[in-house]
């Protein structure tokens, strides 16, 4: 097929477009694990297709993001299948906050130069987060930018589109006093506050390799590289047969940003300081960098990936649920009548 698309001059420049067709070809395998029954297009083609199916009044979600500094770590550790599900993640765990299923995703890498086996190690990541996500891996692009990037690092982002039937959007309008908090752990820092924790920890300059007690023997790299929780499936599993009011998911800005983006005015969210099981990842950076516990929780998860508010006849059969789906929720605070969207006490 590309036997003859070849320029000695764009190689000579740094771009080598065999390389681009090697990588395709290696990502092959890992795409076809993501097929879903709405794919309409192969790779390779100018657009993926998606049939929408039949969704009675269809409302399209849409979530678009990257890893950031995390992939420091990855070019640090020389371990790139597994950032792909943190940008897989990024995106379906913001499109889940509405009740939308997500569909399908496209990634974007950049690369210093092509090395087609990393790149496709690169999408391999990215397909198992389609894979958990339940999404279809319909298309990308892979950009060889030499003199813009290094040759040993790239960028990767990507976004996911998903559906949800107009009735079904999630409406924290029913939000009371009462309802209950409930927390749905992370695995981790996640994908954010990276540029402080690679302050914090000077990592270019310590060794992240060495297995260490305080993280239960696993070193500090691959503590750091443990990739996003993806919480589509359980979260769909407790929207089938529970009334959700509200999801945040914490990245970025921590709880003090993002569990006030899902309250409604006059209402706020109490939370239980006790009842966080805060992960040893998160008491080492505290320690190290002597950080505040203000700053801690206003900007990393704590151990809490996701909250949920539903009402409180309803947190027994909500906690039922989501651990038969694999999360080890609990009840972390109420809602309350307030002027202050977040409380932690």
Known sequence: MHEKSFSESYKA????????????????SHIKRTMTEGVCSDIGGFGGLFELGKVKNPVLVSGTDGVGTKLKMAFLMDKHDTVGIDCVAMCVNDVICSGAKPLFFLDY????????????????????????????????????????????????????VGVVDKKKILNNKTMKEGDVVIALPSTGVHSNGFSL????????????????????????GETLLTPTRIYVKSILALIEKVKVKAISHITGGGFYEN????????????????????LP???LIQKTG???ERDMFNTFNMGVGMSVVVGKDDANKALE???????DAYVIGEIVKSENKIEIV
């Open 13 to 28: 420049a740094g771009v080598d477009i065999t390389a681009g067709y090697k990588a395709v070809e290696l990502m092959k």
């Open 109 to 160: 890498v950049a690369v210093g130069k092509n090395v087609p086996e990393r790149v496709a190690s690169i999408v391999s990541g990215v397909a198992e987060g389609c894979v958990q996500s339940g999404c279809a891996l319909i298309g990308g692009e892979t950009a060889e930018m030499p003199g813009f990037y290094p040759v040993d690092e790239y960028d990767l982002a990507g976004f996911a």
């Open 197 to 220: 924790v690679r302050k914090v920890f000077d990592v270019e300059k310590t060794d992240i390799k060495t297995p260490m007690e305080e993280l239960g023997g696993k070193s500090l």
């Open 259 to 278: 569990i006030p983006r899902s309250i409604p005015d006059g209402f706020g969210a109490k939370i239980d300081r006790k009842s966080i099981k805060v």
């Open 281 to 283: 990842i998160f008491d």
């Open 290 to 292: 002597n950080i505040s």
């Open 321 to 327: 649920i989501l651990r038969a789906n694999g999360e």
